[in-house]
């Protein structure tokens, strides 16, 4: 897509919201973010463990649903045109041709669901052998580890699965597509910032949290709603959050106590 006239200050005005969320996100997750992480992980005393969390949902929810608002105000006429532009490529047109009628919906959502149940299956087929709990990236501090600290694992995940992917699956590409042109950048763009919003956790937990991104995207473009990926996220966040201290008998402490040892992945 190409712009002229009237649309150069709307194209500058785009790609400087655009410089300003970017900047805002990468910076804070590679100073801020890791900050706070590095002195949460100190932490042993369960109430504050549950204050942090509840500042995290706080601040979560308002930064990004306030940047979400801000972005679909500037960008949303072109939310349409990016899923278009992207489905027109070679790789989704081809898909979408081959599926035809209702499969590549039922197709998407078939991938989801075997993605979901080889995250959670073996997690409680395993249960009664789980000593240690294989994770992508540095998120071993994260994992609730008192019955009090439960529901916020919950309100983290739910959150994240809304907010972020209101934020990274149709706002910013829109915005991106308004600046570009292009529906497979934008997606793309959006994906690795997505990716980039996970540094605290690691190299292995920002290449992790990137091919989730692009995953998101793909069951976003081949179902067409944004409900489904907002569920998938917040499932894949509940079984790290939720599903895994809960095998791990997490329902019966009271307070914090030694728990099976959790391993990222290097």
């Not at 966040?237 to 959790?262: E, F, M, S, T, Y």
């Amino acid at each position: 897509m190409e712009y002229s006239g009237e649309n150069d200050s709307v194209q500058l005005a785009l790609l400087s919201l655009l410089l300003v969320i970017s900047g805002v996100l990468v910076v804070r997750a590679s100073n801020r973010d890791r900050r706070d992480y590095r002195r949460f992980k100190k932490l042993k005393s369960t109430r504050k463990r549950q204050r942090t969390f509840a500042k995290w949902l706080r601040e979560s929810f308002f930064l990004f649903g306030g940047m979400t608002c801000v972005v679909l105000l500037a960008a949303y006429s072109f939310v349409p045109l990016v899923t278009q532009d992207a489905l027109a490529s070679p790789p989704f047109a081809w898909i979408v041709s081959s599926l035809t009628g209702g499969f590549a919906t039922g197709f998407a959502i078939g991938a989801g669901i075997a993605v979901l149940a080889l995250l959670i299956v073996p997690v409680i087929l395993l249960r009664k052998h789980l000593q240690e709990v294989p994770t992508v990236g540095d998120i071993a501090a994260l994992l609730p580890r008192t019955r009090g600290e439960l529901i916020y694992g919950a309100g983290l995940a739910i959150n994240a699965g809304v907010v972020e992917e209101l934020l990274f699956r149709l706002g910013l590409p829109a915005l991106i597509f308004g600046i570009f042109g292009n529906g497979l950048i934008a997606f793309g763009v959006a994906s690795l910032l997505f990716g980039l919003l996970h540094i605290y956790q690691g190299l292995p937990g920002v290449l992790g949290a990137t091919l989730l991104g692009i995953l998101f995207s793909v069951v976003y473009l081949l179902t067409g709603s944004i409900v489904v990926v907002i569920v998938l996220h917040a499932v894949i966040d509940l079984r790290a959050l939720v599903l895994i201290p809960l095998v791990r008998g997490v329902w019966r402490v009271h307070q914090v106590a030694k728990l099976p040892k959790v391993t990222p992945a290097s």
